[in-house]
């Protein structure tokens, strides 16, 4: 009951007139960067960081959080009407929703993605409002082994739980961790790592390092294919679902907000994952399975709902315990740290209005989205006819401009631009780019809960075992790091046996 | 392979760069190198299982290079920024954005004039808006004072 007297709060500061119209900006943003190809909504918050200094902490947040979940909707337009995923998670939703489009039945996929992130979106914001306490409560237990496991935590956990090389994506984070270290020693006060560069003394900012890997970087990308997309042309007619549809899709929706919830608390999963595993699930359940990958209408509502799902359920890690579900909600907490605000378990006792106004603004978010994407689809698939040539190099001058705003120096904009190559490499090497945004933002925490739990301990490692929160943390990551050697080793025996040839006694036989 | 290199330089800067600082501090305090040691540790193990796993062919980590056009445009692109960002202090902010505008629009992407015109009208008239005015940012002005 305590949880729905604050939210009671929260809608209070909410629905004030100003944080109304900055929950509409950032949804109304993240739907129009959604529906771009070539940069995602972490990208759009990045570039955006720069615009919230100096606003109220509170409006700051809701207009970043509306960008984050406002993406998820805006993915599905490109993917239905182009045929390219306007975000990654939007890929299955490509698959079928482009079949459907092409049978005259893109309205049909819209409005079944719109409705089904609309309810996957509200029912994991339910749970968030009564996990997220309980969570920041539990939180207020740990100490620093616990706080240090938890960081690690949630870099191994990233490695285990995406798909493709673990060992590329502990490498990116080791990296990132590396990239932390650079500036002057916390405890110390030394210069660590700077060369005698005096711009390197306070180390590198996380906003230009997260400008270059996604803005620049996917820019570059994008530019190496230009053809003007020519979108399938829709009326607002054709959003009318049928009965039948309905009554198909709505198990799938259930099923899709269940399975993205559940995996975007993980941290690492994210929005991506659970839009995967939400289609492949459902094609189970399907009455329809063949239909799958021809145009099965359930497989875009399970996909779509559990997308938006899991961009709500990162933040229960993020607001419960200070720690990133994935490359969004690291900007956001690198957000509230350039407010002057500290995340972790103390944020609800200490910053109720903002937690709570957060939580009430993404149900109004989510109201707005539905409004912005039934009606008002057909004018949103308008924007795709403008060709990306003319979009790309105002997105590289907002990149630096907003890399050049933090600190008004021509230095970070080369920061930028350094990362943006080294996110386009990254990008060209399928080295996933989440894990050293995750680094930059969990580091300064790993690295002061390490020192101070050896300095508690005087030196003995045992202060992670000895403890049983600690202790039990200690092994999911053991775990994390270890199940997927262990998958790995099975699958390469599984292979060797199918290719061992037969005897030669039993080839006369 | 290359990744596998890269890391492992990368991580081998890192420990000498570090290598004059204290691993610990007084009665067992962790150091400024403690933690640097550590990482740079992990990851030149992390980029010799990478390289290992290359040698074996089991890693597939070939990049994936664009065609002709689309490498002309990229290394076009990352020249027009690297000049940006060196002109931008002599030149001004605004005016070098400008002239990167219209070269990415007119000369790498081979857009229309007029429209090309347009968007840099615009792209200005709302970095001049938003950031300049409203958030009060300043920049480097030019020899033509702006």
């Known amino acids: ?509 | 392979m290359a990744v596998a290199i890269a890391v492992m330089l990368t991580a081998l800067v890192a420990l000498l760069g570090t290598g004059d600082l204290p691993y610990f501090l007084v009665d067992e305090v962790p150091g400024p190198a403690f933690l640097p040691l550590l990482i740079g540790g992990v990851a030149m193990l992390l980029g010799a299982v990478l390289l290992i796993q290359s040698l074996r062919g089991g890693e597939d980590d070939e990049l994936d290079w664009p065609g002709k056009a689309g490498a002309r445009r990229i290394v076009l692109c990352a020249v027009a920024l690297i000049t940006l960002a060196a002109a931008a202090p002599f030149l001004g902010l605004v005016p070098g954005f400008v002239l990167f505008l219209l070269f990415m629009l007119l000369v790498v992407e081979r857009r229309a004039f007029w429209p090309s015109v347009l968007t840099t009208v615009m792209t200005m008239a709302l970095v001049e808006g938003v950031f300049i005015q409203w958030l009060g940012i300043s920049v480097p002005y030019g020899p033509f004072g702006f």
Not at chain 1, 216 to 227: D, I
């Open chain 1, 1 to 509: 009951m305590d949880a729905l007297a604050s939210l009671a709060q929260g809608f209070e500061i909410a629905l004030t007139p100003t944080n109304l119209l900055f929950v509409f900006i950032g949804v109304l943003i993240g739907q129009v960067i959604g529906a771009l190809p070539g940069i995602g909504p972490a990208a759009g918050m990045a570039l955006l960081l720069p615009v919230t200094f100096g606003m109220n902490p509170t409006t700051a947040i809701v207009m970043l959080t509306g960008i984050m979940y406002g993406g998820m909707y805006g993915g599905t337009l490109t993917s239905v009407l182009v045929n390219v995923p306007g975000e990654a998670s939007s890929v299955m939703t490509a698959v079928d929703g482009h079949e459907l489009a092409k049978r005259g039945r893109a309205g049909a996929a819209l409005s079944i993605a719109a409705i089904g992130s609309f309810l996957a979106g509200v029912g994991a914001v339910s749970i968030l409002v009564f996990a997220t306490p309980v969570l920041a409560t539990f939180g207020l237990r740990f100490s620093s082994p616990e706080f240090f496991l938890l960081a690690l935590l949630g870099l191994t956990a990233t490695a285990s739980l995406r798909s493709g090389s673990m060992v590329k994506t502990l490498i990116v984070a080791a990296f990132g961790l590396m990239i932390a270290m650079i500036g002057t020693d916390p405890i110390a006060g030394t210069d660590r790592l700077t060369y005698g560069q005096l711009a390197l003394i306070d180390g590198l900012d996380f906003l230009p390092i997260a400008i270059g890997i996604f803005g620049v970087a996917e820019v570059l990308v994008s530019l190496e294919r230009l053809e003007d997309v020519k979108p399938i042309k829709m009326r607002l007619r054709d959003l009318m679902l049928t009965k039948a549809e309905w009554l198909l899709c709505r198990k799938s929706i259930a099923r899709g907000g269940t399975v993205g919830f559940l995996v975007g608390v993980l941290p690492g999963a994210g929005p991506t994952i659970a839009a995967f595993i939400a289609y492949i699930l459902e094609r189970r359940f399907s009455p329809n399975p063949a239909q799958f990958g021809h145009g099965a209408l359930d497989g875009v509502a399970a996909s779509e709902s559990a997308n938006n799902a899991a961009a709500h359920a990162g933040l229960v890690p993020m607001l419960g315990l200070g720690i990133p579900a994935g490359a969004g909600s690291a900007v956001l907490m690198s957000a509230l740290v350039l407010q002057g605000i500290r995340p972790g378990p103390m944020l609800m006792t200490e910053q109720p209005g903002l937690v709570w106004g957060l939580i009430a603004s993404m149900f109004v978010g989510n109201v707005m989205l539905l409004a912005l994407n039934l009606p008002l689809a057909p004018v949103f698939a308008s924007l795709l006819r403008v060709p990306y040539a003319y979009l790309a190099p105002p997105i590289l001058v907002f990149s630096l401009v907003g890399a050049y705003a933090t600190t008004s120096s021509m230095f970070t904009v080369g920061v930028a631009l350094l990362f943006g190559a080294i996110g386009y490499i990254m990008i060209k090497a399928n080295l996933p780019r989440a894990p050293l945004v995750l680094a930059l933002v969990l580091a300064p925490l790993l690295e002061s809960s390490l020192r101070q739990s050896l300095t508690f301990s005087q030196g003995s490692p045992m202060i992670f075992v000895e403890r049983p929160i600690s202790a039990v943390l200690l092994v999911v990551v053991l775990l994390t790091i270890l199940s997927p050697i262990f998958a790995a080793v099975r699958s390469h025996r599984r292979r060797r046996v199918t290719q061992i040839p037969a005897e030669p006694a039993e080839i006369a036989r």
